[in-house]
C-alpha cells in the first residue's frame, strides 16, 4: 500500500490540475469530488499502478479521463439530472473582478460545456496543461492526428460562439 | 489558428479545487485497503447476484437430497450361505459354458490329428506278438 505521505505529495502536486480537467469534462461538482476521490483511493489500494511512471501528471490525467468515461456512461440514466443541474453551471473558471472579463469567462464555459466531451478533453488538455498533441494522443489513448484534429473542430466551435465577446473584449 | 484567440483562453485561470476536499479525499485513501478475499468475491459475483443464488440453492438442494435419501438395497451382499452342492453346480456349469464356448469360437476346428506311431518297446504286447 503506498503511504499516506506519498498519496499526500501526489495530491499536493496534481490534484489542482486533475481537479480542473474533471470539472471541465464533467461539470458537474460532485461527480468531479467522486471521480477525484476515486483516483486517489485507486492509488493508495494499488500502488504498484506507478511503477515505471515516468510523467506523474500525464497518467493521473489519464487515469482520471478513464474513470470519468465511465461515470458518464454509467450515468447515462442520470442525464435529465444534469440537464436540471445545467441552469445552474458548475463555476469552472475563477471569478474576475473586471465585469468585462467576468462575463467573457462564463462564456467562455458555457461554450465549452458545449462542445462534445471528446473534443473538451483535447482542448482543456491543450490550452490549460499546455501538453503536446504528442501528449494529449498518449494521455487519452487516440491517434495523434484524431488528437489534432479534435483540437481543431473544438476551438473553431469556441471561436465561432465566442466572436461576437471576444471582439469586444479585445 | 488564431494564436491570439488561444491565448486568450489561456489567460482564463480555472477554478481552485476547494481546500476542504483535501482533508476527507486523503482519508478515504489512506482507509481504503488492499481488496479482501470478500470483496474480490463480491465484486465477482456483483453482476448477476440471483443467478449465482440459484446455482448455490440448487447445490444445497442437492446436498440435502443425497444426505437424506434411503439407502440402496445392497444387491450383491446376500444373507443366505453358499452351499458346497450350489458352488459345484456352479463350477460344473461354467466348465460346460467354457466348452460351449470354446466350440463356438472355433468351429471348424480340424479333429486333432493321429498321434504319431509310438516306438516299438511302448507298443503293446499284443501288436508285437501279432
Known amino acids: 500500500m503506498a503511504s499516506t505521505r506519498d498519496i499526500g505529495r501526489l495530491y499536493d502536486d496534481h490534484a489542482a490540475a486533475v481537479f480542473a480537467f474533471l470539472a471541465n469534462l464533467l461539470r458537474h461538482e460532485a461527480d468531479t469530488r467522486d471521480v477525484l476521490q476515486e483516483l486517489f483511493v485507486k492509488l493508495a489500494r494499488r500502488p504498484a499502478l506507478l511503477d515505471g511512471v515516468r510523467e506523474e501528471r500525464a497518467f493521473l490525467l489519464r487515469l482520471s479521463h478513464n474513470l470519468a468515461i465511465d461515470l458518464i456512461r454509467r450515468s447515462g440514466s442520470r442525464d435529465h439530472r444534469h440537464e436540471q443541474l445545467s441552469a445552474e453551471p458548475m463555476p469552472l473558471f475563477a471569478p474576475s473582478a473586471n465585469p468585462d472579463e467576468q462575463i467573457f469567462r462564463e462564456k467562455l464555459a458555457e461554450a465549452l460545456g458545449e462542445l462534445p466531451p471528446d473534443q473538451r478533453a483535447v482542448v482543456h488538455l491543450k490550452l490549460w496543461e499546455k501538453l503536446t498533441f504528442e501528449a494529449i494522443a498518449q494521455t487519452l489513448e487516440i491517434p495523434l492526428n484524431t488528437a489534432a484534429s479534435r483540437y481543431r473542430y473544438g476551438l473553431d466551435k469556441l471561436r465561432d460562439r465566442l466572436r461576437p465577446i471576444y471582439d469586444e473584449f479585445k | ?130
Open chain 2, 1 to 130: 489558428m488564431n494564436p491570439d484567440f488561444e491565448k486568450q483562453l489561456q489567460r482564463q485561470p480555472i477554478r481552485q479545487i476547494p481546500r476542504e476536499w483535501r482533508a476527507p479525499i486523503l482519508d478515504a485513501a489512506s482507509r481504503s485497503e488492499p481488496p479482501s478475499l470478500v470483496a474480490v468475491v463480491r465484486e465477482w459475483l456483483w453482476p448477476h447476484p440471483r443467478a449465482w443464488a440459484g446455482l448455490a440453492a440448487a447445490w444445497v438442494v442437492i446436498f440435502l437430497l443425497q444426505f437424506t435419501a434411503p439407502e440402496p438395497p445392497r444387491v450383491a451382499r446376500s444373507s443366505t450361505p453358499v452351499t458346497i452342492q450350489t458352488m459345484a453346480t456352479l463350477r460344473e456349469q461354467s466348465l460346460r459354458m467354457a466348452q460351449l464356448l470354446g466350440q463356438w469360437d472355433n468351429p471348424a476346428a480340424p479333429a486333432a490329428a493321429p498321434a504319431p506311431p509310438k516306438p516299438r518297446s511302448e507298443r503293446p504286447r499284443q501288436q508285437i506278438a501279432a
